[in-house]
């Protein structure tokens, strides 16, 4: 039982370039989440999906987009990366209980 | 707004002495409330988690935590902490009938052998 598989588990990107973080999670959850984590800072919401076809907006989603065109996947995509997207990216899945999240196993993400 | 408030950012501790990390959290209607913790290297894991009822949980490991509705607060305890408890613990509020879930600044724990 895999759970939710994120890929890549790191990537180096240079300024300005784009990329996709993957998510998918085989448990038929409805709820799916990108957090980003800093030091000291927790995690912060950037997207979450209440289903396919629905997305909305966390705390801190500029510079980013997302899709759920599917139950099982949900990407995140960074547009013109900057250093302040330097981070570690949570994706979690929920069954619909507020709070009670299951997290991949994060991509540490690094713009020079 | 909501928040979640972590009491200390940094903890160390020697073996066996018991652990006490402190979450208040401001949001006046129903909460679950949940303890998360992230060993080096890894994901966040569910430690424990309230929802109603009785407002002392255990969770693994030896967790447990107290809900005191009246001081909005939700603290970790562990009687005799381990080595291997060493890592980052995460106070998490989800609001009944929402769908975000708002997490605390996380309390880095070292337990010294």
């Known amino acids: 039982n895999a759970g939710v598989t994120q890929t890549p588990k790191f990537r180096i990107l240079k300024i300005g370039q784009s990329m996709t973080l993957q998510c998918t999670q085989d448990?038929?959850?409805?709820?799916m989440y990108w957090y980003r984590q800093d030091p000291g800072m927790g995690l912060k919401l950037i997207y979450y999906s209440v289903g396919a076809g629905i997305t909305d907006k966390g705390e801190v989603p500029n510079g980013y987009n997302v899709s759920r065109s599917t139950t099982e996947d949900f990407p995140l995509r960074l547009e013109l990366a900057a250093p302040s997207q330097t981070s570690v990216y949570f994706c979690a899945s929920s069954y619909g209980v507020p709070g009670e999240l299951f997290f991949g196993e994060g991509s540490r993400l690094t713009v020079l | 707004a909501q928040s979640v408030s972590q009491h200390n950012h940094h903890v160390i501790l020697s073996e066996a002495a018991s652990l006490e990390l402190g979450c208040n959290y401001s949001y006046g209607g129903t909460v679950n409330l949940f303890w998360y913790v992230q060993y080096p290297g890894q994901h966040l894991q569910l430690l424990l988690k309230y929802f109603s009822g009785d407002p002392l949980v255990k969770g693994i490991k030896g967790f447990e935590a107290e809900f005191i509705k009246s001081k909005f607060s939700f603290n970790l305890r562990k009687p005799s902490v381990q080595w291997s408890d060493t890592a980052e613990y995460f106070c998490?509020?989800?609001?009944?009938?929402?769908?975000?879930?708002?997490f605390g600044a996380g309390t880095r724990l070292f337990v010294k052998a």
């Open positions: 448990m038929n959850h409805n709820y």
């Open positions: 998490a509020v989800g609001r009944s009938g929402g769908f975000k879930t708002i």
